[in-house]
C-alpha cells in the first residue's frame, strides 16, 4: 500500500490565522517559557515571531529598563 504525504499550502493573506483565544497568567508562563528556552528546545523558535498582548504599564516598564540597561 502506498501512503502519500499531503502537503497543503497556507494562504497568504492573514484571515486564516488564529485568534488568540487563552488567557494566561505572566507568572504561569514565564517560568514554562524559561525552562524552554533554557533547554534550548528547537519547536520553540517556532513561535518567535508570535505577537503577544501586555499591558500599557508592562510596557512601559519594559521599555524604561530598555532604555536604561548598559550596552555591551
Known amino acids: 500500500m502506498d501512503s502519500a504525504l499531503k502537503l497543503y499550502?497556507?494562504?497568504?493573506?492573514?484571515?486564516?490565522?488564529?485568534p488568540a483565544t487563552v488567557r494566561v497568567c505572566l507568572g504561569d508562563l514565564l517560568p514554562i517559557l524559561a525552562?524552554?528556552?533554557?533547554?534550548?528546545?528547537?519547536w520553540l523558535r517556532?513561535?518567535?515571531d508570535d505577537e503577544v498582548v501586555i499591558t500599557t504599564d508592562l510596557y512601559e516598564i519594559l521599555r524604561t529598563f530598555t532604555d536604561r540597561m548598559p550596552s555591551a
Open 9 to 18: 499550502q497556507q494562504p497568504d493573506d492573514d484571515s486564516a490565522a488564529q
Open 35 to 42: 525552562l524552554l528556552h533554557r533547554n534550548n528546545f528547537a
Open 46 to 48: 517556532d513561535f518567535v
